[in-house]
Structures are given as C-alpha cells and as structure tokens.
C-alpha cells in the first residue's frame, strides 16, 4: 500500500520549494509524485508551424522524489509521517504517527 496517493495534500520538506503545500496529481512511479504548482521549471519549446504549435518559453511540473514530502494533518497543520495499521474487518488504512487519527475515510 502506497503511503502517498493521487489527490492527497503535502507539504515539500527538502528542495528549493520547501515548505510550500499543493496537491498529489500524479503518482509516476514507486519513487516520484507529481505536486500541483510546486517545482515549476520553464522549459523552451520550438514552434512547428505544420502542426500548428506555437513556440515560446512555457512552465511545467517536474517530479519530485517522495522521501521530498510529507503528508499535510490538518489536525496540527504541519507535515506528518504516516503508518498502515489493520482495521478489525481486515482492511488496511492510513493513520497518522503522530496522532493515530485515520488519513483514509
């Protein structure tokens, strides 16, 4: 069970976007995460007129390794390590170390 999902809210805590908050977008693979608005790089592009795309300097997200951040508790507001405990019906669930309170609901 992945400890870092698609939809989930971090805060980056290494990097030159550290302490910044935003969303998990994607999960590429086992090891990088795709954060809505944080580790934005510009990257030149060069136009094709045939297929009618238009050159020019454009922003995109780049990934970031998961050990990067952590998950947001809105019960302390800051990041917090996270642990996979079994409920008493056999179903895993994500809990927070600090103050056991469930991530999944």
């Known amino acids: 069970m992945n400890k870092i999902k698609k939809g989930d809210e971090v805060i980056v805590i290494a990097g030159k976007d550290r302490g910044r908050r935003g969303t998990v977008v994607r999960v590429i693979d086992e090891e990088r995460i ?3 608005n944080v580790n934005v790089a510009k990257k030149h592009t060069k136009g094709n007129p045939n297929a009618g795309v238009q050159g020019g300097i454009i922003e995109q997200e780049l990934p970031l390794h998961r050990s990067n951040v952590m998950l947001f508790n809105p019960a302390t507001s800051k990041g917090d390590r996270i642990g996979i405990t079994a409920l ?9 170390k600090s103050n056991g309170e469930t991530v999944d609901v």
């Open 34 to 36: 795709l954060v809505e």
């Open 88 to 96: 008493e019906d056999g179903k895993k669930v994500r809990v927070f």
